[in-house]
T-cell receptor, first 114, second 113 residues
Framework: DTAVSQTPKYLVTQMGNDKSIKCEQNLGHDTMYWYKQDSKKFLKIMFSYNNKELIINETVPNRFSPKSPDKAHLNLHINSLELGDSAVYFC?????????????FGEGSWLTVV | AQSVSQHNHHVILSEAASLELGCNYSYGGTVNLFWYVQYPGQHLQLLLKYFSGDPLVKGIKGFEAEFIKSKFSFNLRKPSVQWSDTAEYFCAESSGGYNKLIFGAGTRLAVHP
C-alpha cells in the first residue's frame, strides 16, 4: 500500500487553465506538505498543514491554493497556469509538525504547462 | 537565512568505488540533518537522519553519514557503490519552529558497471 499517494501522476495542460492535484496519506499523520521540484531538481517547500490548519505558507503566488478537507488529505489547486509552473509537485506527510518528525514523500505529480 | 550546500553536482563512479558526497549547512544552532535519495522516476526516500547523539549515522543500503559540527558538514559515504545506487541524492536540514526541510541542490550520481 502506498503511504502517500498523489493523483494525477502526469498532467499536461495549456496556459491559463486551472488544475488540481490530490494527495492522500494513510499513515495516520497529522501534518502534510506540498513541495515543488523545478527543472533543475531544486526542491522547495510551498505549504504545510497540521490537522487541517495552514502552518507554513512560503512565498507562493496566490494562484496556488491548498485545501485540506481532513488531516489525511491535502489538495493543491492552481489557477491560471503559467509556463513557469511546470515542475514536479511532491506531497508529503509527517507524524507531527515539529522539527525532528521524519517526512515521507509521495511519488510526485509531473505537471507540464504548454 | 538557512541554506544547504552540496558541492558535487554530478559524480560518476565505477562499481565498487567508494563514495563521499559533500553537504554543508549554514544554521549554527541545533539542527536536524537528512539525506534523501531519488531513484529515476521515483519519489524521495529517506536514507538516514541525524538528530543528536552519535555523529556517525548509519542508514539503509549501506550508506552512512558523519555529522561534524565544527565544519558544519554532514557528508554521505558508502564504501562500495553498486549500479543500483545511480540516483539523485539530496541533503536537507530542518531547524527551529515547524518542520520545514531546506534542501540542497542535489547530487546526481551515475554508477557504471
Amino acid at each position: 500500500d502506498t503511504a502517500v499517494s498523489q493523483t494525477p501522476k502526469y498532467l499536461v495542460t495549456q496556459m491559463g487553465n486551472d488544475k488540481s492535484i490530490k494527495c492522500e496519506q494513510n499513515l495516520g499523520h497529522d501534518t502534510m506538505y506540498w513541495y515543488k521540484q523545478d527543472s533543475k531538481k531544486f526542491l522547495k517547500i510551498m505549504f504545510s498543514y497540521n490537522n487541517k490548519e495552514l502552518i507554513i505558507n512560503e512565498t507562493v503566488p496566490n494562484r496556488f491554493s491548498p485545501k485540506s478537507p481532513d488531516k489525511a488529505h491535502l489538495n493543491l489547486h492552481i489557477n491560471s497556469l503559467e509556463l513557469g509552473d511546470s515542475a514536479v509537485y511532491f506531497c508529503a506527510s509527517s507524524q507531527g509538525p515539529g522539527v525532528g518528525n521524519t517526512i515521507y514523500f509521495g511519488e510526485g505529480s509531473w505537471l507540464t504547462v504548454v | 537565512a538557512q541554506s544547504v550546500s552540496q558541492h558535487n553536482h554530478h559524480v560518476i563512479l565505477s562499481e565498487a568505488a567508494s563514495l563521499e558526497l559533500g553537504c554543508n549547512y549554514s544554521y549554527g544552532g541545533t539542527v536536524n540533518l537528512f539525506w534523501y535519495v531519488q531513484y529515476p522516476g521515483q519519489h524521495l526516500q529517506l536514507l538516514l537522519k541525524y538528530f543528536s547523539g552519535d555523529p556517525l549515522v548509519k542508514g539503509i543500503k549501506g550508506f552512512e553519514a558523519e555529522f561534524i559540527k565544527s565544519k558544519f558538514s554532514f557528508n554521505l559515504r558508502k564504501p562500495s557503490v553498486q549500479w543500483s545506487d545511480t540516483a539523485e541524492y539530496f541533503c536537507a536540514e530542518s531547524s527551529g519552529g515547524y518542520n520545514k526541510l531546506i534542501f540542497g541542490a542535489g547530487t546526481r550520481l551515475a554508477v557504471h558497471p
